[in-house]
């Protein structure tokens, strides 16, 4: 999803895909940060409690003073599963694109 966004947009992005979240590669997130000065945190869970508030809440700690623009969060919605509509539920191409440019723009 984040490949096909960064085509879609254009826009040139570092894709970090946590393969494991224990142990996590802190240390590549940083250096990742520190790098572009933005970050978006892309996760299928909901919004509220996803283990993307976490990861959010990492990066502040540890690269807030290279941080460019806020850390943008594209996740599921607050909503029970909806088995039927998954697609319009996951994040898509569609709307990690409209992070990546809102990140870029801020």
């Given at each position: 999803?984040?490949?096909?966004?960064?085509?879609?947009?254009?826009?040139?992005?570092?894709?970090?895909?946590?393969?494991?979240?224990?142990?996590?590669?802190?240390?590549?997130?940083?250096a990742s940060v520190k790098k572009t000065g933005?970050?978006?945190?892309?996760?299928?869970?909901?919004?509220?409690?996803?283990?993307?508030?976490?990861?959010?809440?990492?990066?502040?700690?540890?690269?807030?003073?290279?941080?460019?623009?806020?850390?943008?969060?594209?996740?599921?919605?607050?909503?029970?599963?909806?088995?039927?509509?998954?697609?319009?539920y996951f994040p898509g191409p569609a709307r990690?694109?409209?992070?990546?440019?809102?990140?870029?723009?801020?």
């Amino acid at each position: 999803v984040a490949q096909a966004a960064t085509e879609e947009t254009g826009v040139d992005a570092e894709i970090i895909d946590l393969r494991t979240l224990l142990p996590l590669d802190l240390d590549t997130i940083v250096a990742s940060v520190k790098k572009t000065g933005r970050c978006v945190v892309v996760h299928e869970a909901t919004l509220t409690s996803g283990f993307g508030a976490e990861l959010v809440s990492l990066v502040q700690e540890n690269c807030f003073y290279h941080l460019e623009a806020p850390v943008a969060r594209v996740a599921g919605w607050d909503t029970p599963y909806p088995h039927a509509q998954e697609w319009d539920y996951f994040p898509g191409p569609a709307r990690v694109g409209r992070a990546l440019l809102e990140t870029l723009e801020a």
